[in-house]
T-cell receptor, first 113, second 111 residues
Framework: ETGVTQTPRHLVMGMTNKKSLKCEQH?????MYWYKQSAKKPLELMFV???????ENNSVPSRFSPECPNSSHLFLHLHTLQPEDSALYLC????????????FGQGTRLTVV | RKEVEQDPGPFNVPEGATVAFNCTYSNSASQSFFWYRQDCRKEPKLLMS???SGNEDGRFTAQLNRASQYISLLIRDSKLSDSATYLC????????????FGRGTSLIVHP
């Protein structure tokens, strides 16, 4: 059973909508990540938060806006998305400062219509 | 050289076969390495960690070659249920772990 929970599991939104993805972990980790995985493409790192501070952005478009209010929660706010943003969005967490494995949530499958 | 590169797939093997995947990495400071398994439309799940020269878990063996900067994953006696994409993960190192994923290698085990 995963210690990282993502909601919603599925989301369909119009290009003018605003929605948020939520990620929650109870593993005592202090680093959290957002990844995007498009069909038949590799995982793309979007955002990294370490000790609640953003440490990497990876040139993601501003229509994606992350928020990390505490070490257990991570949000991805979405607005005016494009159809090509349809993908599986995965959240992960790990311990920072050490090279340990990351644990993933089950992902949110997003479809932009 | 890309940060993490993996064998191109797919690997299509019969049940019972032995199959090996390679993964090369560019960050010589990395100290730990991971293999993840990802089933279709699911999240990646940790398969094995490699902290020293290698690791073995049942039919799965991971080996690390620091001099040549590659890790390998060997699967013996393949099962149908081994069909999945196998992802090599190397942290960026330097004290701040950012999981860097390879593109993944697809394995198809057929009867």
């Amino acid at each position: 059973e995963t210690g990282v929970t993502q909601t919603p599991r599925h989301l369909v939104m119009g290009m003018t909508n605003k929605k948020s993805l939520k990620c929650e972990q109870h593993l005592g980790h202090n680093a959290m990540y957002w990844y995007k995985q498009s069909a038949k493409k590799p995982l793309e790192l979007m955002f990294v938060y370490s000790l609640e501070e953003r440490v990497e952005n990876n040139s993601v478009p501003s229509r994606f806006s992350p928020e990390c209010p505490n070490s257990s929660h991570l949000f991805l706010h979405l607005h005016t998305l494009q159809p090509e943003d349809s993908a599986l969005y995965l959240c992960a967490s790990s311990l920072t400062g050490g090279e340990t494995e990351a644990f993933f949530g089950q992902g949110t499958r997003l479809t932009v219509v | 050289r890309k940060e993490v590169e993996q064998d191109p797939g797919p690997f299509n093997v019969p049940e019972g076969a032995t199959v090996a995947f390679n993964c090369t990495y560019s960050n010589s400071a990395s100290q730990s390495f991971f293999w993840y398994r990802q089933d279709c439309r699911k999240e990646p799940k940790l398969l094995m960690s490699v902290y020293s020269s290698g690791n073995e878990d049942g039919r799965f063996t991971a080996q690390l070659n620091r001099a040549s900067q590659y890790i390998s994953l060997l699967i013996r006696d393949s099962k149908l249920s081994d069909s999945a994409t196998y992802l090599c993960v190397v942290p960026q190192g330097g004290g701040s772990y950012i999981p860097t994923f390879g593109r993944g290698t697809s394995l198809i085990v057929h009867p």
